[in-house]
């Protein structure tokens, strides 16, 4: 499993705002770190739609409810980076 090391507040940051009652994002995890040079894993995706705002606390929640484990060294959550230019997936951060 992971540690998230996000502020309280930061945690009700609104990363995607609903329009006409649907908001849509995706969760990606890209397995890039020297952690996986020996252990190579394929990137994930998760899908999420709600009927309102999608907030970094509900990222955090599909992140435990699917039981995500990064199997590396950096176990700590920091963030979420925006890594698409619609501005809907995110890529959470982890430091160790």
Avoid: W
């Amino acid at each position: 499993m992971f540690s998230q090391c996000i502020q309280k507040d930061e945690k009700y940051e609104v990363l995607v705002p609903a329009r006409n009652g649907v908001a849509k994002a995706v969760l990606k995890f890209k397995y890039t770190c020297y952690c996986y040079d020996n252990h190579p894993r394929q990137t994930e995706f998760i899908y999420i739609t709600r009927d309102r705002d999608i907030r970094v606390s509900d990222l955090i929640g599909i992140m435990y409810k699917t039981r995500y484990d990064p199997i590396c060294n950096h176990q700590f959550l920091e963030g979420f980076d925006r890594t698409n230019q619609h501005g809907i997936q995110f890529e959470p951060f982890f430091g160790s």
